[in-house]
């Protein structure tokens, strides 16, 4: 398979940490601390977005000040590793990070103090910006927060989240791209289900077609869920055999160059049942009123506000279990997240992911999702899959 294959060129990455300097400025912080690991879904976000690095087994933070260059630090098992894929070449190996039972002794290892002292007066630090503290271990935070003691921290993570809200044309590229191996792995499942068929061979297929696409990985664990196992809205793949007549729930989410795409789909195999059809032309309506609805300037509940009108009065109020739109960039699903009590304003440039949910019901559940690029003219859908498999 021959495609051409988009990547963030490296001249983007000042220009984001520019737009992080300017948010220090707006807010009067000294410092900005983006900590990311390796967690599944959150962990890597500023990481990939600041550095253009995936983090792997040990958790790094990027250090912002004011003006310069950013600083990442890392364990000590990281920093080759870091140097070679990294956007940002100043590589310090934080005390923090260390283990206490490891040595390592030729390794320079430095606290955090002493890799900001480098900079600034560290009693002269009186604002410090936060992001991915949730992510933080207890002991970790309360060493970085000790180092520190005299300042006020401030959680920067919705802020730099919104950062990164309104695409780039390099990052639309490469989600474009992410959407056609979606599209690639949902063909897979297409071809992989059958009677007799387990669950974890459908998602091997899909992921398999995935990589072979230019994948490294997913944003979410590929969802494959059969028969009952379809119900819930965060189904994992097991060793059940497809059966004649299933619904099988299907959510693909490759990761491409740190970024994401998602396609839900029911597949239908044999004899669909008569409940089943009618949730999915109710869900397929809710998704098109909702494209239709998103546009530059409206408020993002408002839109979702219409697809859950048209499910809750066809009597699936209760299956629409979460919000229904949310952005999609580093993270599969990330801020901002357009729910009935969110008043963010949508806008151009952003790339969402319309998610309707049809869940918990008696007969099994699946979603509709679908990903679309908001231009000042409304929503371009971003793939081609089509709405009813049948098998």
Same mark, same amino acid.
């Given at each position: 398979?021959?495609?051409?294959?988009?990547? +963030?060129?490296?001249?983007?990455?000042?220009?984001?940490?520019?737009?992080?300097?300017?948010?220090?400025?707006?807010?009067?912080?000294?410092?900005?601390?983006?900590?990311?690991?390796?967690?599944?879904?959150?962990? $890597?976000? &500023?990481?990939?977005?600041?550095?253009?690095?995936?983090?792997?087994?040990?958790?790094?933070?990027?250090?912002?000040?004011?003006?310069?260059?950013?600083? +990442?630090?890392?364990?000590?098992?990281?920093?080759?590793? %870091?140097?070679?894929?990294?956007? %940002?070449?100043?590589?310090?190996?934080?005390? !923090?990070?260390? &283990?206490?039972? !490891?040595?390592?002794?030729?390794?320079?290892?430095?606290?955090?103090?002493?890799?900001?002292?480098?900079?600034?007066?560290?009693?002269?630090?009186?604002?410090?910006?936060?992001?991915?503290?949730?992510?933080?271990?207890?002991?970790?935070?309360?060493?970085?927060?000790?180092?520190?003691?005299?300042?006020?921290?401030?959680?920067?993570?919705?802020?730099?989240?919104?950062?990164?809200?309104?695409?780039?044309?390099?990052?639309?590229?490469?989600?474009?791209?992410?959407?056609?191996?979606?599209?690639?792995?949902?063909?897979?499942? +297409?071809?992989?289900?059958?009677?007799?068929?387990?669950?974890?061979?459908?998602?091997?297929?899909?992921?398999?077609?995935?990589?072979?696409?230019?994948?490294?990985?997913?944003?979410?664990?590929?969802?494959?869920?059969?028969?009952? #196992?379809?119900?819930?809205?965060?189904?994992?793949?097991?060793?059940?055999?497809?059966?004649? #007549?299933?619904?099988?729930? %299907?959510?693909?989410?490759?990761? @491409?160059?740190?970024?994401?795409?998602?396609?839900?789909?029911?597949?239908?195999?044999?004899?669909?049942?008569?409940?089943?059809? !009618?949730?999915?032309?109710?869900?397929?309506?809710?998704?098109?009123?909702?494209?239709?609805?998103?546009?530059?300037?409206?408020?993002?509940?408002?839109?979702?506000?219409?697809?859950?009108?048209?499910?809750?009065?066809?009597?699936?109020?209760?299956?629409?279990?979460?919000?229904?739109?949310?952005?999609?960039?580093?993270?599969?699903?990330?801020? $901002? +997240?357009?729910? $009935?009590?969110?008043?963010?304003?949508?806008?151009?440039?952003?790339?969402?992911?319309?998610?309707? $949910?049809?869940? #918990?019901?008696?007969?099994?559940?699946?979603?509709?999702?679908?990903?679309?690029?908001?231009?000042?003219?409304?929503?371009?859908?971003?793939?081609?899959?089509? @709405?009813?498999?049948?098998?």
């Amino acid at each position: 398979m021959v495609l051409d294959k988009p990547t +963030i060129p490296a001249e983007e990455y000042p220009k984001r940490w520019a737009r992080v300097q300017e948010l220090m400025e707006q807010n009067d912080l000294d410092l900005l601390i983006a900590y990311a690991d390796d967690h599944a879904v959150f962990g $890597p976000a &500023h990481a990939r977005w600041l550095a253009d690095f995936p983090v792997h087994f040990e958790p790094v933070c990027i250090l912002m000040h004011r003006k310069g260059q950013p600083s +990442i630090l890392c364990g000590p098992e990281s920093p080759e590793y %870091i140097q070679l894929r990294s956007r %940002i070449p100043d590589v310090r190996v934080l005390k !923090e990070f260390c &283990h206490p039972d !490891e040595d390592y002794p030729h390794t320079k290892i430095e606290s955090l103090a002493e890799v900001v002292a480098d900079v600034m007066d560290t009693k002269a630090v009186r604002r410090i910006g936060l992001a991915g503290g949730d992510l933080m271990g207890a002991k970790v935070y309360r060493a970085f927060t000790e180092v520190f003691s005299q300042a006020e921290w401030v959680d920067v993570e919705f802020a730099m989240c919104m950062l990164r809200a309104q695409k780039t044309e390099a990052e639309l590229k490469v989600i474009r791209y992410a959407y056609k191996i979606a599209e690639i792995g949902f063909q897979a499942a +297409i071809d992989a289900v059958e009677p007799g068929v387990t669950e974890r061979e459908v998602a091997a297929a899909i992921e398999s077609a995935m990589r072979q696409a230019g994948a490294e990985g997913t944003g979410i664990d590929t969802m494959v869920g059969s028969g009952p #196992n379809s119900r819930p809205l965060m189904c994992r793949s097991t060793f059940r055999k497809i059966e004649a #007549n299933d619904l099988v729930q %299907i959510t693909v989410a490759p990761r @491409y160059e740190g970024y994401h795409a998602a396609i839900g789909r029911p597949i239908l195999v044999g004899e669909p049942d008569t409940r089943v059809m !009618e949730a999915l032309d109710v869900a397929i309506c809710a998704q098109k009123a909702c494209a239709l609805a998103m546009a530059p300037g409206v408020e993002g509940r408002l839109a979702e506000a219409e697809a859950r009108k048209i499910m809750e009065d066809a009597g699936y109020g209760e299956s629409f279990v979460y919000s229904g739109i949310h952005s999609v960039g580093v993270i599969e699903f990330e801020p $901002p +997240i357009f729910g $009935p009590t969110r008043r963010d304003l949508i806008q151009t440039g952003m790339v969402l992911s319309i998610d309707i $949910p049809v869940f #918990n019901t008696i007969w099994g559940g699946f979603r509709i999702e679908d990903g679309y690029y908001i231009t000042d003219n409304g929503a371009e859908l971003l793939n081609k899959m089509g @709405y009813v498999i049948l098998k």
